[in-house]
């Protein structure tokens, strides 16, 4: 994205309040509240300074971050890791990095971000990342488990995920 795609400048303000600071790249709003509060950023891959942004989608909804908070603090990033497995993950961070990766152009000299969903390589860095990617539509089995988690605390984003078919390996699976 460059500058001048800034869209959402009306709320550049706000984005600045709940960042607590000026963004330092390119951002889109990927989902915001029904009083159109920003809950997501969708970040350019690059920081103006033209260092690798790895963070594609990035929660700054502070209620949803408190809740998260919460939840990393109880063990949620073990527990995670252990319900989703390493294969599904790896889908995850696969499919992320690769809808960043495609927005770098060909000729793009120097580093590149890298990693998926945060940066990461495998396993689970950060709840927050994984949420933020599944609030904007991405296909996050780690995302799709914090809500559920955040659900059963009243604190869930108010909307109702897709259900979709998880590979398990096994024949006759259910829907999640």
Request: hydrophobic share 35%; proline share 11%.
């Given at each position: ?8 400048q ?6 600045i ?8 790249s390119d ?21 103006y ?7 594609r ?6 209620v ?5 908070g ?17 294969d599904r ?13 495609a927005?770098?152009?060909p ?16 396993g ?10 599944f609030?904007?539509g ?9 809500h ?29």
């Open positions: 994205m460059s500058r001048s795609r800034l869209r959402h009306p709320q550049l303000e706000r984005v309040e709940l960042l607590g600071r000026r963004p330092r951002y889109d709003i990927a989902v915001v509240r029904p009083d159109g509060s920003p809950v997501v950023l969708i970040n350019a891959p690059f920081f300074s033209g260092r690798p942004m790895p963070t989608y990035w929660l700054i909804d502070p949803l971050n408190k809740a998260i919460r939840l990393e603090s109880t063990g949620g990033v073990k527990a995670a890791e252990a319900a989703i497995g390493p993950l790896r889908r995850a961070h696969h499919a992320y990095g690769a809808e960043r990766d927005l770098i152009p000729d793009h000299q120097g580093p590149v971000p890298t990693g998926g969903v945060g940066g990461t390589r495998q689970v860095k950060c709840l927050h990342a994984h949420y933020a990617y609030l904007a991405g296909d996050d089995p780690v995302g799709h488990w914090v559920k988690r955040l659900a059963e605390t009243g604190d869930a984003f108010p909307f109702e995920p897709p259900t979709k078919e998880e590979p398990t390996g096994q024949a006759g699976a259910g829907r999640q």
